[in-house]
């Protein structure tokens, strides 16, 4: 009988422990940056939250999810944190249908695509999901190196089924 017991309590607590880490709404940050800055370009960086088309802030609320954009400029390159932030007071599931959860379109002053996260990188049709603790929030970072000077706008969309959002915002390389 005893024998019959043991992998009947190893798959309760495996379920156990799956459950657990799925209610805590572990979202891994997203950081796919290759290199590190130097001292010099960190020491030459501002931050800007100026918007393009929403409200100030480069905040976009919707009825599931709020998105916000802010930028570092280091140097030649800059730094994005899109954040995602459950606006319900329950739980909420997001699905994708990709293992990339966003998308970015970078563009120029005279409104070129210098830039596309989606046509560099081929993602897996893997679907993908995240968990969010009410009023709770995800940070996704991206940075972009090797830019001329100039004024760029970029704009970052969340590809949720649930809530497509999207928010951009305007900035300059010095």
């Keep these: 009988m005893k024998n019959l017991m043991m992998p009947g309590l190893f798959l309760v607590m495996l ?5 657990c880490s799925q209610q805590e709404g572990l979202a891994p940050k997203s950081n796919n ?4 800055m130097s001292s010099q370009e960190e020491s030459a960086s501002t931050t800007n939250t100026q918007p393009i088309e929403n409200q100030p802030g480069s905040v976009t609320k919707g009825k599931l999810v709020e998105s916000s954009l802010t930028n570092t400029v ?13 606006s319900l007071d329950h739980p909420l599931t997001l699905h ?12 120029s002053s005279n409104g070129t695509v210098v830039k596309q996260l989606s046509k560099e990188q081929q993602n897996p049709k893997l679907p993908r999901e995240e ?10 970072t991206e940075t972009i190196k090797n830019l001329p000077k100039g004024t760029y706008s970029i704009t970052f969309i969340l590809l949720a089924k649930e809530e497509p959002a999207k928010v951009s915002l305007k900035f300059t390389i010095h």
């Design 15 to 19: 379920l156990f422990i799956t459950s």
């Design 33 to 36: 940056s290759n290199q590190s």
């Design 74 to 86: 280091k140097g030649e390159g800059a730094e994005f944190q899109f954040k995602i932030k459950n």
């Design 96 to 107: 994708f249908k990709t293992i990339q959860p966003y998308d970015y379109i970078l563009k």
């Design 131 to 140: 968990f969010l603790k009410p009023k709770g929030d995800l940070i996704y």
